[in-house]
């Protein structure tokens, strides 16, 4: 079974801190990705990446940034948090864009007071 | 850019009994893929079932079904004899072939299904 995991599943933080998010994946999958998760917004992309230090910005990638050195981490870094990056975060991965099931992570649930 | 749209923010159904959920697209490709993810209450996101484009057959998984209209740019989720563990949120998603893997995800439908 592919495995992603993501380093905790509740955070809590004040405005202004560093904040870093962590996944890893088993699978030696290439393309990695993080969303947010909002009611009634859905999963919106936030990075991803198809390769080791490659990166691509999603659709909301202000406020945030991305880290990849190696295959199967993949960090999201909070640069200074603010209270409207409250949500949940989902880490996914999968193979190539052949095999283009994304597997995910249980989730991060970030609180930023 | 791609839209996906899911009408139904939240149903119920009595257990046993079949369900549909609606998620409709927007896209100028003719290529793509469609999936539908269910996450399960505080637990993981998995994919339910998948459908590539290009296959005019719905596709099926168990108690899972698709109704896939190309033209009408509609790809529904059925599920027959629903059980309890099929409560979750469903997430519709549409995902291009040349785009390194991005996927576009609906609002999600909260599906209940009562005892």
């Known amino acids: 079974d592919v495995k992603v995991t993501q380093s905790s599943r509740y955070l809590v933080k004040r405005t202004g801190e560093k904040v870093f998010l962590e996944c890893v994946q088993d699978?030696?999958?290439?393309?990695m990705f993080w969303y947010r998760q909002d009611p009634g917004l859905g999963l919106r992309l936030i990075y991803f990446?198809?390769?080791?230090?490659?990166?691509e910005k999603g659709d909301i990638p202000e406020g945030y940034s991305v880290s990849r050195e190696k295959k199967e981490r993949f960090s999201l870094i909070l640069e200074s948090a603010s209270t409207n990056q409250t949500s949940m975060y989902l880490c996914?991965?999968?193979?190539?864009?052949?095999?283009?099931?994304?597997?995910f992570g249980a989730g991060t649930r970030l609180s930023v007071l | 850019a791609q839209t996906v749209t899911q009408s139904q923010p939240e149903m119920s159904v009595q257990e046993a009994e079949t369900v549909t959920l609606s998620c409709t697209y927007d896209?100028?490709?003719?290529?793509?893929?469609l999936f539908w993810y269910k996450q399960p209450p505080s637990r993981q996101m998995i994919l339910v079932i998948r459908?590539?484009?290009?296959?005019?057959q719905n596709a099926t998984e168990n108690r899972f079904s698709v109704n896939f209209q190309k033209a009408a740019k509609s790809f529904s989720l059925k599920i027959s004899d629903s059980q309890l563990g099929d409560t979750a949120m469903y997430f519709c998603?549409?995902?291009?072939?040349?785009?390194?893997?991005?996927?576009?995800f609906g609002t999600g439908t909260s599906l209940t299904v009562i005892p």
């Open positions: 699978m030696d999958h290439e393309n």
């Open positions: 998603a549409f995902m291009k072939t040349n785009t390194g893997n991005q996927f576009y």
């Open positions: 996914a991965s999968s193979l190539d864009v052949s095999k283009n099931i994304q597997y």
């Open positions: 459908q590539e484009a290009y296959k005019q």
């Open positions: 896209t100028s490709e003719n290529n793509y893929y």
């Open positions: 990446s198809y390769d080791v230090k490659m990166k």
